[in-house]
């Protein structure tokens, strides 16, 4: 009897102490240490041009050509080894040109001209042409390529139209006014024609 008093006793008294828990003074929460204004921006950084990059992947890649890869590898060493039309700036998220140098949008709203960079090259030699820009919208368009970037395209569920004006020169239509305009194109890669035409 005596040691259930005593267990008793215990219980009522951690149950006491327990119960002060939310009575205390509130302390304000330490603020945290002050670093950079913009902590995902680093401008202090500086560098020289060359070296080694070195990445891990868990597994091989499985294409490099990144209008069909599904797979992680093949994404992050296809976007090394290419460029887009244009590119949005991580930072500003302003649209920079990148394989395009310049562009105008129609008074339509809806219909872009896209002027190519002169002396491209891939990396096997060959010139750059807008040939290789329209080939690349056919084989987004493709069902049986099951391109994982098809979609980013669509608008309502139609592709824009993709045609060349000059060697050089493209002109993308919408099917209307679309609010990101060109910034749909970041990420997207442009083909070597005259390499992936007969495969």
């Known amino acids: 009897m005596h040691s259930l008093r005593a267990a008793s006793v215990a219980l009522a008294f951690l149950l006491a102490v327990s119960s002060l828990d939310g009575c205390g003074v509130a302390v304000p929460p330490e603020a945290p240490a002050s670093g950079p204004a913009d902590y995902l921006v680093r401008t202090d950084l500086s560098g020289t041009p060359g070296g080694?990059?070195?990445?891990?992947?868990?597994?091989?890649?499985?294409t490099f050509n990144r209008l069909i890869s599904f797979d992680y590898a093949g994404r992050v060493i296809s976007e090394l080894l290419s460029s887009d039309l244009v590119r949005v700036n991580r930072v500003s998220f302003d649209l920079e040109p990148s394989l395009a140098s310049r562009w105008e949008l129609d008074n339509d709203g809806r219909t872009y001209t896209i002027h190519l960079r002169q002396g491209l090259r891939f990396s096997d030699g060959v010139p750059l042409t807008a040939e290789d820009v329209v080939f690349t919208f056919q084989v987004l368009q493709d069902p049986k390529i099951n391109s994982s970037s098809a979609d980013l395209l669509k608008v309502d569920g139609v592709f824009p139209t993709v045609t060349q004006a000059d060697s050089h020169t493209i002109r993308l239509a919408f099917p209307r006014p679309l609010g990101m305009g060109l910034r749909t194109l970041d990420s997207l890669t442009i083909l070597p024609r005259h390499r992936l035409l007969k495969a």
């Open 52 to 62: 080694n990059l070195i990445i891990r992947l868990a597994s091989d890649p499985r």
